[in-house]
């Protein structure tokens, strides 16, 4: 992928005419003008539910892979992805191509469920990339167009098939904002499904962490199943997330997940696989219950799976389909364009390894974020797999816990500061986690070894900027990239100041972690 430099030339710069800066800086007050008056009308037409319009205020109006422009003319690497949506990044050749083709053919947008040439080529892909135990026996349901959607199917499956209604899920997890996903995410307030322990490293739920902690949890679903007093009768299914990513970017351990599927298979309990975030080569396998070897009853997919586009699907065993004609459908589940998408991704993924890459830059991404983790005690755990990274805000400076080894609080003063610190630098990131305490990575998988080095050094400097309680070095200001380590210095004044943290810094950093010229792929 070629890098070039960026399109925006700082005032000042040699070789500018005097007219010429004039003319730029008229332009940069119209854009400046333009970006402010888009964000003043979201603010005052659009529902208070948004949410990541609050805390990256920019106007996107052109991207390409890693690379987002805003409408004041800044640019920024981002790595959300649309959530995790956008596994080729934003804009790929190939689905653009895809959906050209689909455009240019006069073949229809809308089918419903019929059956065409498009659907046939997204289905024959899909069950190519399918865990080898599920795809030779699978059915698929296409739902509506979100991941949610897909959970609320699942749902239904699994209870119509089993002739139960209840679920079991798992603490820290989130699987959409319908009513029955959310029932049995993280954030229910109203719940009719039973929750159980999911294992982590950091802050296991029985103090104990690595593999004696993910056994006890292990044990405590066995015992709730089997005790005839546990209150929980036999369920339809269980849902889980392989790497909770809501949660905080939780991987779960491989010997865990075994026991989960020998838990359900041996009690008859269908179990659930939700892949909406880490499926399509996301974590370092193309699917990431793959880490473990395990083959789920059913797999609920979205987010890359469209290719950008929405499209949302659930893969089952065969002998779950006990469906009646019309018992669920979407009038969106025939997406035409978002199938031609979603099969490009899928096939170029896999047919250019991009799993395997996945895995190789995660574990570059993740040795160097520890390393960062000596240095300042505010981060508190690095985790992740894949391309799924996460880093948990902590404040060093709280009274002790009781126990000596219990991990300092969560911090989400200091997240939101290190997020508004990337923004700075032209880095999108994402909060997550119990508290919004955890910085989230989530770049494409076509990101360069160039990009993930500017990611890198642009998210220690947000880190150290915060660590010392300002803005940092050489006039870091308000969401620019043009200037040194990739920040536009001639808005200094206007972006406001990030609050002090407790961060705590190991020693200095000196001037290796410096970018200079911001580049752009």
Known sequence: MAVTESAVVPVGAPGVTEGAREGGA????????????????????????????????????????????????????????????????????????AIRK??????????????????????????RTLP?????????????????????????????ATGRTGMLAFTGAYHGMTAGALEASGGATEVRVARLPYPQDYRCP?????????????????????????????PAGMILEPVQGEGGVIPAPDDWMRRMREITASRSIPLIADEVQTGVGRTGTFWAVEHSG???????????????????VVVYREDLDLWQPGAHAGTFRGNQLAMAAGTATLAYVRQNGLAGRAETLGARM???????????????????????IGLELVDPEAP????????????????????????????????????????????????????VTAVLDRL???????????????????????????????????????????????????????????RTP
């Open 26 to 97: 008229a332009a940069s007050e119209r854009a400046r003008a333009a970006h402010e008056g888009i964000l003043r009308r979201q603010s005052a037409r659009e529902s208070a539910a948004r949410t990541y319009a609050r805390a990256l205020p920019i106007v996107p109006v052109r991207a390409r892979g890693l690379t987002i422009e805003g409408a004041d003319g800044r640019r920024y690497l981002d790595c959300l992805s649309g959530a995790g949506t956008l596994a080729l990044g934003h804009n790929h050749p190939v689905v653009l191509e």
């Open 102 to 127: 689909v455009l240019d053919s006069g073949a229809p947008l809308h089918v419903l469920d019929l059956a065409t040439p498009v659907k046939d080529a997204f289905t024959t892909e899909l069950f």
């Open 132 to 160: 080898p135990g599920l795809a030779d026996r699978a059915r698929v349901q296409f739902c509506g167009p979100a991941g949610t959607d897909a959970v609320e199917a699942a749902f239904k499956l699994v209870r119509a």
């Open 206 to 234: 029985f103090g104990v962490g690595g593999v004696r902690g993910a056994e006890l949890a292990a044990r405590w679903t066995e015992s709730v199943l089997d005790d005839s007093k546990s209150g929980v009768p036999r």
């Open 294 to 312: 395990i083959t789920p009853d059913v797999m609920v997919l979205s987010k890359a799976i469209g290719g950008s586009l929405p499209l949302a």
């Open 366 to 388: 993740l040795a160097q974020l520890r390393k960062l983790a000596h240095e300042f005690p505010c981060i508190g755990d690095v985790r992740g797999r894949g391309l799924m």
């Open 400 to 451: 002790p816990h009781p126990a000596a080894d219990s991990p300092y609080p969560a911090a989400p003063e200091l997240a939101a500061a290190v997020q508004r610190e990337c923004l700075r630098r032209g880095l999108i990131v994402e909060l997550g986690g119990r508290h919004s305490s955890v910085v989230r990575l989530l770049p494409p998988l076509t990101i360069t070894d160039e990009q």
């Open 460 to 518: 220690a400097d947000a880190v150290g900027a915060v660590a010392r309680g300002g803005l940092g070095r050489e006039g870091n200001g308000a969401h620019g990239v043009a200037g040194p380590r990739g920040v536009d210095e001639s808005h200094g004044a206007d972006g406001p100041r990030s609050a002090g943290g407790t961060c705590g810094e190991g020693g200095p950093r000196g001037d290796g972690w410096g970018l200079g010229r911001w």
